[in-house]
């Protein structure tokens, strides 16, 4: 399974991108999806999850009520809405499916990569 992230950009303090990520391959089926990113120097760290079946979602706690993830299985899409967005949300953002335990870990397939900027 091959996972496109797309929809990063520049973006300047308070404003919103939408992130998507699309399979080849495969369809998302169930499978859990996730976001994570990545800024400069920095680990990878968990953004955001989506369970497969029931829809349930997770968020980390520096972007819960600013980030909301939705996937569209008739579409084969997954999203992440990101609004009031922060300089210190600048990171190459990529997606996930199939998690391989807990939905902040490690998952079976894993998108690219899309660069989002905040400009101060």
């Known amino acids: 399974v091959q996972l496109q992230a797309s929809g990063g950009g520049l973006v300047q303090i308070g404003g919103s991108l939408r992130l998507s990520c699309a399979p080849s391959g495969r369809t998302f089926d169930n499978y859990s999806m996730g976001w994570f990113r990545q800024a400069p120097g920095k680990e990878r760290e968990f953004v955001a999850a989506i369970t497969g079946s029931n829809r349930m979602t997770y968020y980390a706690g520096s972007v819960n009520g600013r980030f909301t993830i939705s996937r569209d299985n008739t579409n084969n899409t997954g999203y992440l809405q990101m609004n009031s967005l922060r300089p210190e949300d600048t990171a190459v953002y990529y997606c996930?499916?199939?998690?391989?335990?807990?939905?902040?870990?490690?998952?079976?397939?894993w998108g690219q990569g899309t660069l989002v900027t905040v400009s101060s």
């Open positions: 996930a499916t199939n998690a391989k335990g807990g939905l902040a870990g490690d998952y079976a397939y």
